[in-house]
């Protein structure tokens, strides 16, 4: 299918919420000297968060994804919807390099950042937003413009996990698996340890056992694309050199782990995964009708 793209004005309503499991307990030692170093012992306070979501119209696998229709309204717009009724954010902003994309933005009411066009993901992008606002945040929180059906509490989860983790400078969250998306690359997988840290991220199926074979008994987790930051380790993340794990699976977050700072990693129930592709947006309608969400 071709989906459209639109711009709607539109306002939205609040739709049915899946409850957060919560933060997962335990508290761990930074085991790199990189983030002994830049975390100094200090258990620093953070409380002032920011949602940022990154936006921009060109894609490899989607253009123009952000304004693509999802029942009547462009995706960027649902997402700013539900990440709106989050408790934990004190400000929400669009950061992007697209003027169509802040046109629209600005139509349905968002306050929009322009970026550089030079930034490779969406944490740089959310690094450079973050320099151009005129408050100070401690946490930001990266909202995927690709996740129309973002549930508030996760977002206000990722937010605590990191608030209640002071030797972690990042959080996310992951929920189950589905069998059938166990080989698909497009949907990134998460192993943890057992204080809630992740230990790693792939587009191969992990843990992967000698059968080759998904096993129906192991909890597998799917990293949802929601992320938070320290705010001062965000200032540097851009400066951090790619490492070989980032650039052989294509993802951003290994660099942090690579590097020895530590990301701490809530549970949350979620049924329904973001729009990676063209495909991927029927889907996500079809959701939406069979439990009538508008």
Excluded at 17 to 41: C, E, Q, R
Excluded at 98 to 118: H, L, N, P, Q, W
Aim: charged share 25%.
């Amino acid at each position: 299918m071709s989906p459209n793209l639109i711009c709607s004005s539109s306002e939205s309503s609040s739709t049915k919420a899946w409850i957060a499991h919560g933060v997962l307990a335990g508290a761990a030692i930074a085991v790199a000297i990189g983030a002994h170093t830049y975390l100094g012992g200090s258990k620093r306070i953070r409380t002032r968060a920011v949602g940022i979501i990154p936006a921009r119209y060109s894609s490899s696998r989607f253009q123009g994804k952000p304004l693509v229709n999802i029942l009547g309204k462009p995706m960027i717009q649902r997402t700013w919807e539900r990440s709106k009724l989050a408790t934990t954010l004190d400000h929400l902003v669009v950061a992007t390099d697209d003027e169509k994309i802040a046109e629209c933005c600005r139509g349905f009411g968002a306050d929009v950042i322009m970026t550089s066009e030079s930034c490779r993901n969406g944490t740089e992008r959310c690094s450079e937003a973050l320099q151009k606002l005129e408050k100070k945040y401690d946490i930001v929180v990266n909202i995927q413009g690709d996740e129309p059906l973002i549930e508030p509490e996760i977002i206000d989860g990722v937010v605590k996990a990191l608030q209640a983790a002071p030797d972690a400078v990042f959080s996310t969250a992951v929920t189950s698996l589905k069998p059938e998306d166990a080989f698909d690359p497009n949907r990134v997988k998460c192993v943890v340890d057992n204080r809630g840290y992740a230990i790693y991220f792939s587009r191969g199926l992990i843990p992967f056992n000698k059968s080759g074979n998904v096993n129906p008994q192991f909890p597998y987790m799917l990293h949802l694309g929601i992320q938070s930051y320290d705010s001062k380790f965000l200032k540097i993340y851009p400066g951090l050199q790619p490492t070989p794990l980032q650039l052989e699976e294509d993802l951003e977050q290994l660099k942090v782990l690579e590097n020895g700072y530590k990301m701490k990693v809530i549970k949350v129930d979620h049924e329904v995964h973001g729009v990676d592709i063209p495909e991927d947006v029927e889907k996500i309608e079809s959701f939406m009708r069979e439990r009538n969400l508008s």
